[in-house]
C-alpha cells in the first residue's frame, strides 16, 4: 500500500505547493463556488506547507466519511471508480514542477488535494461522488457506460460550474487548480451551455486539452438528479452516442 513518504518533499516542491495556491486563490476570489471557499477553510489547507494525507483524511473522515488514497499517477477506470465507491479518493503523491505552473497533462497532488478536496468537505457533493463511483462499479466491464459516466464525472467533478446567486461559479477541480483553465474558461472564445445530462453523455470528453465545452449547473441539486438519471439509463441498457 502507498504511503506519501512527506519526508521526500523537497524545499522546492514546498514552493510550488506556496506559489500555486497564492495564485490559485487570488484567481478564484469571487470565481469559486461558496462550498469550495468553505471547504478550503474548513480543511485548514494553508500556503506554508505541502497537506499532510493523514491529518486530511482525519478531517474528512469526521466530515463526510471519506479518505486520501494515495497513489502515483493515474488509474484505471475499475481501480479509481471502485475507490470512490469506497469514499477514497486517489491522490497523486508527487507535486508539478516550476516549469508545468500552467497546466499539466496527468494529475499530480496539487490538482489531486487542492482542487478535488474543499468539495470533498460538503456532504451533499461527497455523497454524489460516491454515488457516481457506486453506480460506476456496476458497469466496469462496460465500455459504452463507463464513457458516459466519465463524461459526467468530466464536466461535472473537473470542470463543473454553477449558479449561485445569478453569478457563474466554478467547482470543477480542473478549473479550480489550473490557471490556464481559469482564464480560458472566462475567455470571449469560451463556450458554456446549461447543464442538460443527455447533452453532457453525448459531448466526447478529454484532459489532454483546455476544454472546449462547460455546463453550467442552475443548483446543487441537479448533480444528484443527474446520478440517478444516468443510473437508470444504463440498466435499460439504453446508450446515447456522442456527438462529432
Not at 506556496?18 to 495564485?23: E, I, N
Not at 460516491?130 to 463524461?151: I, K, N
Request: charge should be negative; glycine fraction near 6%.
Amino acid at each position: 500500500m502507498l504511503q506519501q513518504e512527506y519526508s521526500r518533499y523537497t524545499a522546492q516542491d514546498q514552493l510550488v505547493w506556496k506559489v500555486l495556491f497564492d495564485r490559485q486563490t487570488a484567481l478564484l476570489h469571487k470565481r469559486a463556488a461558496s462550498a469550495f471557499a468553505q471547504g478550503l477553510a474548513k480543511v485548514g489547507f494553508h500556503r506554508n506547507a505541502i497537506p499532510d494525507f493523514a491529518e486530511v483524511s482525519q478531517r474528512l473522515h469526521q466530515a463526510t466519511g471519506w479518505q486520501l488514497e494515495p497513489v502515483l499517477g493515474t488509474l484505471n477506470d475499475a481501480d479509481f471508480f471502485g475507490l470512490l465507491a469506497q469514499r477514497k479518493f486517489p491522490a497523486t503523491v508527487w507535486i508539478r514542477s516550476m516549469a508545468q505552473f500552467d497546466f499539466i497533462e496527468e494529475p499530480d497532488l496539487f490538482h489531486g488535494v487542492f482542487g478535488h478536496v474543499p468539495l470533498l468537505m460538503d456532504k451533499a457533493f461527497a455523497d454524489f461522488l460516491y454515488f457516481l463511483g457506486h453506480v460506476a462499479a456496476q458497469h466496469l466491464h462496460d465500455a459504452p457506460a463507463l464513457a458516459q459516466l466519465e463524461r459526467l464525472y468530466g464536466f461535472t467533478v473537473q470542470f463543473g460550474l454553477v449558479l449561485e446567486k445569478g453569478e457563474t461559479r466554478m467547482y470543477g477541480a480542473g478549473l479550480l487548480s489550473s490557471a490556464a483553465e481559469i482564464h480560458h474558461c472566462l475567455s470571449d472564445t469560451s463556450k458554456r451551455q446549461p447543464f442538460d445530462l443527455a447533452t453532457v453523455l453525448q459531448t466526447p470528453y478529454s484532459e489532454q486539452h483546455l476544454q472546449e465545452q462547460y455546463f453550467v449547473l442552475n443548483s446543487w441539486e441537479q448533480l444528484t438528479e443527474s446520478v440517478a438519471d444516468l443510473a437508470a439509463i444504463l440498466s435499460s441498457g439504453w446508450q446515447l452516442q456522442p456527438v462529432r
